[in-house]
C-alpha cells in the first residue's frame, strides 16, 4: 500500500512526484477506489494541492500540482497554451519507424466531436525475441520515446493502438495475447508507459525547470528482459 511519494520537485509554488502505476490522480464517478495520489500527497505534505494535468491509473512518472490556486491557474496555463513539453517512454508490440508524428484526431467519447492529437515519437531501440505468441514464432518490441503536443484522453495509447503497434499491458487498447503473455510469464503486469519528463518556465523564477522521473524496477525488468 502507498503511504508516500517520492517528491522529484518543490518549492513554494509547486510539487511534483513520481507517480506509481496503478493508482488514480484524483476520485472520478467511474471508479470505485478509496485511495488516490491528491489524497494520499495532501496527507504526505500537511497542506492543500491543487491538480493541474493527470496521468492514466496505470501510466507512471511525472505528475505536477499547484500548491496553492494561483499557482495551478498559472501553471494549466502554460498546460492550455502548450508551452509545457511533455516526454514519454514505451514499450510498444512490433517494429516501428524510425521517427513519425501522429496526427490522428481523437474523441473523448465516440459521441462527441474528434479533436485535434497531435504526438511525435523516436524509436530508441527495437528487438526480436524467440517467444511465440499468438501466431508468430517470435516476439517484436521497440523502445519508443513520445512528445505530445496535445494531451487527449489516453491519446499516446490509441496513437499506438490506431499505429497497430499498441502499449504492452494496455489492458483497454492493447494486444490481449501480448498482455496475458508479460503478466503471466514475465510477471510484469504492468502498462509499460511512464512519464519521463516535464519542462516548463516557472512563472514566478523564469527558470528553465526540467522534472525527470526515473523509472520503476518492474519498467526496467522489462526493458532488461528485452535488451533495451
Known sequence: MIEAFNILYEDDA???????TGILVHRTKISEDRRFVLQILRKQIGQRIYPVHRLDRATSGVLIFGKNKTAA???STLFRSKKVEKQYLGIVRGFVEAAATIDYPLAKEKWLEKKEAISHYLRLAQTEI????GRYE???YSLVEVRIDTGRRHQIRRHFSHLRHPIIGDK???????NKHWANEFKIPRML???QHLQFTHPDTNEDLLIYAPIGKDFQAAKDLLGF
Do not use: E, S
Not at 483497454?172 to 501480448?178: A, E, L, Q, S
Open 193 to 195: 508507459l511512464h512519464a
Open 172 to 178: 483497454k487498447h492493447g494486444d490481449v495475447k501480448h
Open 73 to 75: 491557474g498559472q501553471l
Open 138 to 140: 517470435t516476439a517484436r
Open 14 to 20: 509547486f510539487i511534483a512526484i513520481n507517480k506509481p
Open 130 to 133: 524467440n517467444v511465440p505468441i
